[in-house]
């Protein structure tokens, strides 16, 4: 798993300060199951990973489904246990403590961009 953070590309402007990337099909099959909440701040990025399930999970998440570009194309806020959600042209998702969505002002469109830590 590597480490980094994510911003709005071409700017100074951390969106996700503390952010983990899959790097295998081990962590993406896995995600967040049997990991703590995360907390504000925080972001798990699975890619690539079209669609997610909250089955298993003792808590909601919000998300952003991304393209090849880091493009968000779509936003799903608070998804709660036991729920499904996904993108059908997305290339990977961000998952986020709910709220974090808003707190960090990610909107449709906004284009991400990963930084190594």
């Known amino acids: ?5 994510l911003y709005r590309a071409g700017s100074s ?3 996700v300060p503390e952010a983990r990337c899959t790097t295998n099909v081990w962590e993406r099959m896995r995600g967040l199951l049997g990991r703590p909440a995360l907390t504000a701040g925080q972001g ?3 890619d690539p990973c079209p669609s997610v399930h909250t089955v298993g999970m003792g808590y909601p998440l919000d998300l952003a489904f991304l393209d090849r570009q880091w493009r968000v194309l779509r936003l799903v ?13 997305a290339r990977a998702t961000l998952e986020l403590p709910p709220g974090a969505l808003d707190a960090a002002g990610i ?9 190594a830590a």
């Open 107 to 115: 909107a449709a469109g906004d284009v991400l961009e990963w930084r």
């Open 77 to 89: 806020r608070h998804l709660p246990p036991l729920r499904w959600a996904g993108c059908a042209t």
């Open 44 to 46: 798990f990025l699975i």
């Open 13 to 15: 402007d951390c969106l």
């Open 1 to 5: 798993m590597k480490t980094g953070a």
